[in-house]
């Protein structure tokens, strides 16, 4: 169990991760030109279906990582609208 909750861990911090950097990119050009509303929107939506999953379950890994995801999500998104 130690072992899949690990690697559980370890993926959902490389995948949130992933999106700090767009953010902060997004955050400090205040542009978001390149980003496209659509696909944020529905990724958005799909996270926090993801984040709900996680919750029914009490699966923490899936909860942590898709919360800090969507919060980045919709900073992104917001950028979007704000900065077109």
Do not use: C, D
Not at 27 to 34: E, Q
Not at 40 to 49: K, R
């Amino acid at each position: 169990m130690l072992q899949t909750e690990t690697i559980g861990y370890v993926a959902a911090t490389l995948t949130t991760i992933a999106f700090i950097p767009q953010a902060w990119l997004t955050f400090r050009a205040r542009k978001a030109h390149g980003v496209s509303g659509a696909t944020y929107t529905l990724f958005s939506v799909g996270v926090a279906l993801w984040l709900l999953y996680g919750l029914l379950l009490s699966a923490w890994p899936i909860v942590v990582a898709n919360g800090i995801t969507l919060v980045l999500a919709l900073f992104i998104l917001g950028m979007k609208v704000r900065y077109g």
